[in-house]
């Protein structure tokens, strides 16, 4: 019998599982009104970062004092700064509005392609808070001077603010999470804007901001290594796949029942990531035995499914996450088994590391990341 639907879609609410230590962490301290702590969410893709960010906002829309506005970079489509303002702009203020606590009726976006000259006229017969009141106006000229070629270099600077301005006036706390985050360094002079953005944070006593990304470099490179913007600004958290408890939690919930051996094959496969374990639930509905459910997902889902990813590697990479799926751990058996000398397979495997589908295991021993991948490798291996 199935409880609940599984979901591709980030889980919130009745649909998540686990990690409740850290949902509690976070949850505490974004209420807290008189910290200023943010966090920094990173791991692997697909491991639930977008679901835990969604559940705390969802956990924290119960507090009137505390308002959340969510943004992920990858809605900002032309990856210009100027873009990332207004989207900012629009998730801050859209979040004060949802929560009654500015009086516009207007959707933002609207306002935003709305002549000037009535915007300042329809906000001066509203009953808004005059710093609220000036600070849209101000982001209007400047997206105004914007329109006309003009330098609006503070835009952005203020478009960040818009959040600390709501919340003083509010007396509220403003919490801004941006979600792929490691985005922003793809946009023109992205790390200048890092730096601006975290020269800005620190002047502000309203607001947290909590970022996340699954890009193991670049959030190094902006939030964890010393002399990066944030570092220290915010607290780092590593989202892991789930434990075996959880996967059997998840099994729990999502089907009613659970048989603990069933748990720990599923677990040992799929390497308790979330997004495997609702992909798996999707296509077989877990009906059959485990053995047979994980080849019907691997040969049904698998050749679609893995076969992109797989496509996404070079010839040569091709041929050393065969080898270490088939069993090679490492530089001399990879380089024996795909027949190319050492050096080549380490100038290969930095890239594999720093994109994640290689970790290390010990020293100079080496393992894919991802099970389920490494199963289905293995197993087109031998076909
Ligand atoms: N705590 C959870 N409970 C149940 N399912 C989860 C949980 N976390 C994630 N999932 C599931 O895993 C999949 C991926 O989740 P999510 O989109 O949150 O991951 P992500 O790390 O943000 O991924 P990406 O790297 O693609 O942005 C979704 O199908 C989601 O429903
Ligand atoms: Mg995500």
């Excluded at 974004?30 to 893709?45: N, P, T, V």
């Excluded at 009535?118 to 509203?126: A, D, Q, S």
Aim: charged letters at 25%.
């Amino acid at each position: 019998m199935e409880h609940t639907d599984f979901v591709l879609t980030p889980a919130i609410g009745k649909n998540f599982v686990g990690r409740r230590a850290l949902i509690d962490e976070l949850v505490k301290e974004l209420a807290d009104r008189r910290s200023h702590i943010g966090f920094c969410l990173y791991g692997r893709r697909r491991v639930g970062k977008t679901s835990m960010l969604m559940e705390t906002k969802h956990l924290l829309a119960k507090n009137d004092n505390v308002i959340v506005a969510y943004l992920s970079l990858y809605d900002v489509a032309d990856l210009s700064s100027a873009t990332f303002s207004e989207e900012l702009i629009n998730a801050v203020i859209t979040a004060y509005q949802e929560k009654g606590l500015v009086p516009l009726k207007m959707r933002i976006r609207d306002l935003i392609s709305t002549p000037l000259s009535v915007v300042g006229e329809l906000l001066k017969n509203l009953k808004i808070e005059t710093t609220i009141a000036e600070h849209i106006k101000l982001m209007l000229e400047y997206k105004d001077a914007r329109d006309k070629g003009k330098n609006y270099s503070d835009y952005v600077r203020q478009a960040f603010n818009t959040g600390q301005v709501l919340a003083n006036a509010t007396r509220t706390k403003c919490i801004i999470i941006l979600d792929e985050f490691p985005e922003i360094t793809k946009f023109e002079n992205g790390l200048q804007l890092v730096k601006m953005l975290r020269t800005q944070y620190e002047l502000q006593d309203k607001t947290a901001i909590v970022i996340s990304g699954s890009i193991k470099k670049t959030i190094e490179v902006v939030a964890l290594s010393e002399g990066s913007p944030f570092y220290k600004q915010l607290i780092p958290k590593h989202i892991l796949p789930f434990t075996e408890k959880e996967t059997e939690e998840f099994l729990k919930l999502y089907l009613g029942k659970v048989d603990k051996n069933e748990v720990h094959r599923l677990y040992g496969v799929t390497g308790g990531l979330p997004f495997y374990l609702q992909f798996i639930g999707r296509s077989t509905k877990y009906s059959g035995s485990i053995e047979s459910i994980i080849n019907t997902f691997v040969d049904q889902e698998g050749d679609l499914f893995f076969h992109a990813e797989f496509e996404k590697l070079s010839e040569k990479e091709k041929l050393i996450v065969t080898s270490l799926a088939k069993g090679a751990s490492n530089l001399t058996e990879i380089a024996k088994d795909i027949n190319e000398p050492t050096t080549t397979v380490g100038r290969y495997l930095p890239t594999l590391l720093n994109e994640d589908i290689v970790e290390k295991e010990s020293r100079g021993t080496y393992l894919l990341s991802d099970k389920l991948f490494s199963y289905w490798l293995k197993k087109r291996a031998a076909r």
